[in-house]
């Protein structure tokens, strides 16, 4: 599967801190519910056959000095 997002502009991207050495706990520090400057943002992705059982896929994107990072979480916390 190949999923593709597009952005007019990442100018809004929150600086990524540099302290912040484990992408995990920035997952669940910001989490799915706080609103950054491009994210998050994301998907279901379907993990029975019989379509009952889901997880929800959410990125985040920081800029750190001349690049951009992306962080890919997931909270099972929220359903939607």
């Known amino acids: 599967m190949e999923v593709k997002f597009s952005f007019s502009s990442l100018d809004k991207a ?3 801190d540099p302290k912040w050495v484990d ?10 519910r706080v609103q950054g400057g491009v994210g ?6 379907l ?4 379509l009952e ?3 929800p896929v959410f990125f985040r994107i920081f800029k750190n000095q001349n690049k951009h990072v992306i962080l890919m979480c997931s909270d099972a916390r929220r359903l939607v």
């Not at 998050?40 to 992705?45: A, E, I, K, N, V």
């Open 14 to 16: 929150e600086t990524y």
């Open 23 to 32: 992408a995990q706990d920035v997952c669940d520090k910001k989490g799915s």
């Open 40 to 45: 998050p943002f994301g998907l279901l992705t």
């Open 47 to 50: 993990a029975s056959q019989n």
């Open 53 to 55: 059982e889901f997880t």
